[in-house]
């Protein structure tokens, strides 16, 4: 398996150019990335990965520990991967959500792409919207009769809201 997965790299990542406006590369790239930050850290070869990031450590250490990865030894990659496993962590318990947020920021400030800069950008919008006491993400749904609710219904009230699907 993991044969392959270098394999998938070398053909599909490594020295070739981001496709930021691709859908189905973005896709790509999210799943085959998925979960890779915290595998980095959780690997005995990089307990200070964690380390690292709990403490709120300048950005280029979490990107140099990315660029010694395999899978992530390209330094074009390195940005791309660092966003996504910095928000994968977001919502992982053990993280200052603070800290998070600052190593967010140090890279959108640091990067020259401009597709980093939008990315980072998303994540700030996602981690406002989500914070107790915030203005929450409109929603409209259906219930199980098929009748459609709008989130503001429930203003001031608690309630449960379950995502699945039927496939």
Known sequence: HYKSRRTLYQSYFKGRPILYNHPQYM???NEFYAGL?????KSTNNPSLKNAIIAGTPIDTVLATINRHDLGD???LAELICMKGLFE?????GYDKNKLE???AELKDKTEK???KTIAENFFQIAKKL???SQHIYFVGKD????IHTLTEYSGKNFFLTFFSTD
Do not use: W
């Open 74 to 76: 390209d330094k074009n």
């Open 131 to 133: 914070k107790p006491g």
């Open 114 to 116: 401009p597709e980093i």
């Open 102 to 104: 600052n190593l967010v």
């Open 89 to 93: 962590l977001y919502y992982m318990p």
């Open 37 to 41: 930050m915290n595998q980095i850290i």
């Open 144 to 147: 199980t009769e098929g009748n």
């Open 27 to 29: 896709a790509y790239f």
